[in-house]
């Protein structure tokens, strides 16, 4: 019998997940919660609860009858969505909560990095804002300023000078953006960013392949921080070896040293890193697949998806285990609301979704009266994918350029550097 497999969440991320399990030569039988408009087109199952219910999902999974819960969103996790449904006796792709704790809390992810040896940049912890103020005047500029709390990626300011700086404390402790929480602030790192995803089963870390994404609003990475503008899979100069190696220094000791605590991580380990002169440095940690890495990763993805997350659930699960890859590029472009990520309109109707030679994952979409509307700051991820990055790229835009809704914004710039460096 096909196994029944039920994702959490109803973003791009989790619209990318479920086609790549529909995709499995063990035709599993999906179902999402909550899903989205395009999900639902897709023909799967949608189970209307909340992605950060944890006892309604937990009563939906055990009710549908669900042999493998995948958590998109950070949220669960770090509510311990996982841990219930342990509890309940069925099985889940994702880490602990206590393992979670790693994208949770960033001080927590960085005592743990200087624990086991993680290179990362230089920080302190700024516990209330005289703390933070006294801290301004002797830091080095440009800094970086992080939310100590689940922010949806757009909990970091950076600063380039002091005054700045003291506008991001004004946010953090005065208008309280991200409700009461402590800050982080750490050195700015200056270099190449990539993403780097790895499966992991309680014991060894397995990359998958690395992606490039954009986080800024506006072309060339001007603009207010955002959830992510758009992504790239493979990236020019980073080969299977080279995510290996990259995985030896910022995965595995992560997942050597929880193991050891007695909260071994399963799931995937998501790290933000950035490639300096003086070598790699982990950004942040995230506990869940990328947003919008995975709609550039996934759609490249050779191997059986439901193998791979079913072997992550269990200790040394992934052993003899090598993910394996087409040769194309992926590029996505997200579409989002006008305004994005401050205030944006909801309720617009979306054309041009049907006929286009792309993959398009919905984000923030919903179903009124036969229509697709826009319902989230994201509302769209457009996948191209073609023998290399200029072609990938090309297919993406024209795609992109057919779909409508009242104050679409994108950015023009995505996977452009990516076309120069495989020229190169």
């Not at 949806?152 to 005054?163: F, H, N, R, S």
């Not at 023998?387 to 710039?413: L, T, W």
């Amino acid at each position: 019998m096909a196994a029944r497999i039920l994702v959490v969440g109803g973003g791009g991320r989790e619209h990318a997940l479920v086609r790549t399990l529909l995709r499995s030569p063990q035709r599993p039988r999906v179902a999402a919660a909550p899903g989205n408009a395009g999900i639902a087109r897709d023909g799967v199952e949608i189970l209307p609860v909340g992605a950060e219910d944890v006892p309604a999902l937990v009563g939906a999974a055990r009710d549908w009858g669900a042999d493998l819960v995948v958590v998109g969103p950070e949220a669960p996790l770090v509510a311990g969505l996982v841990d219930r449904l342990a509890e309940a006796g069925i099985a889940a792709f994702g880490p602990s909560a206590a393992a979670a704790r790693i994208e949770g809390s960033k001080t927590y992810a960085k005592e743990l990095m200087r624990d086991c040896g993680v290179p990362t940049a230089g920080h302190v912890v700024l516990r209330d804002r005289e703390e933070a103020l006294a801290h301004l005047s002797r830091a080095a500029y440009p800094a970086v300023l992080k939310a100590d709390v689940l922010a949806a990626g757009k909990g970091v300011i950076i600063a380039p000078d002091e005054a700045e700086a003291r506008e991001a404390i004004d946010v953090f402790f005065g208008e309280k953006r991200f409700g009461e929480t402590e800050v982080v602030l750490e050195e700015f790192l200056d270099g190449e960013e990539l993403s780097l995803l790895a499966l992991c089963d309680g014991e060894r870390a397995v990359p998958l392949a690395p992606a490039q994404d954009y986080k800024r609003a506006l072309d060339g990475d001007a603009g207010p921080n955002t959830g992510g503008m758009g992504s790239y899979s493979p990236v020019p100069g980073f080969d299977r070896e080279t995510a290996e190696e990259l995985a030896r220094v910022a995965h595995q000791p992560i997942v050597d040293e929880l193991r050891r605590r007695g909260t071994p991580y399963h799931g995937i380990l998501y790290a933000g890193l950035m490639l300096t002169a003086d070598g790699p440095r982990v950004l942040e940690f995230n506990c869940r697949f990328g947003d919008p890495e995975t709609q550039a990763v996934l759609p490249r993805l050779r191997s059986d998806l439901v193998e791979l997350l079913e072997a992550s659930t269990r200790p040394g699960g992934l052993a003899g285990i090598e993910p394996e890859w087409t040769s194309d590029w992926a590029v996505t472009v997200v579409l989002a609301a006008g305004g994005y990520p401050g205030d944006y309109r909801r309720g617009d109707e979306i054309t041009g979704l049907d006929g286009l030679q792309a993959e398009v994952f919905h984000a923030g979409t919903a179903e009124s009266d036969g229509r697709v509307v826009t319902a989230g700051g994201r509302v769209l991820n457009v996948t191209g994918l073609g023998p290399s990055a200029a072609a990938a790229r090309e297919r993406a835009y024209e795609a992109a350029g057919k779909i409508e809704f009242n104050g679409k914004q994108m950015r023009s710039d995505i996977a452009a550097r990516a076309v120069v460096g495989a020229e190169v």
